[in-house]
Nanobody
């Protein structure tokens, strides 16, 4: 059974940086992708960034130029480095994984079958 677990959420000041980690366990094939989504209070869950196991990645508009997604194959860990954080980045951040997601569909929530519990990021002075 595939499981996903996030970590790294914290309280950070505006302009600061944070690195979130996502560990995927129990997978049975290499044809999968991992995505980061976030949901602020009263907001819909929105796409942040995603990366495919083989190749290809995508970023949401809010992440471009500030966030970087990466993977460590040996540790099955996927990281989201967030720089220049703003108060509007405050949200619960979720990691999710799905099989066989094509590059053009990486930002679609319904492509991801297994979700983590989320980790809270709060940006405030």
């Amino acid at each position: 059974q595939v499981q996903v677990k996030e970590s790294g959420g914290a309280l950070v000041q505006p302009g600061g940086s944070l690195r979130l980690s996502c560990t995927v366990s129990g997978r049975t094939s290499n044809n999968y992708a991992v995505g980061w989504f976030r949901q602020g209070p009263g907001m819909e869950r929105e796409f942040v960034a995603a990366i495919r196991w083989s190749s290809g990645l995508a970023y949401g508009d809010s992440a471009k130029g500030r966030f970087t997604i990466s993977k460590d194959n040996a540790k099955n860990t996927f990281s989201l480095q967030m720089n220049n954080l703003k108060p509007e980045d405050t949200a619960t951040h979720y990691c999710a994984t799905g099989q066989g997601i094509i590059l053009s569909s990486l930002r679609l929530r319904d492509q991801y079958r297994v979700w983590g519990q989320g980790t809270q990021v709060t940006v405030s002075s």
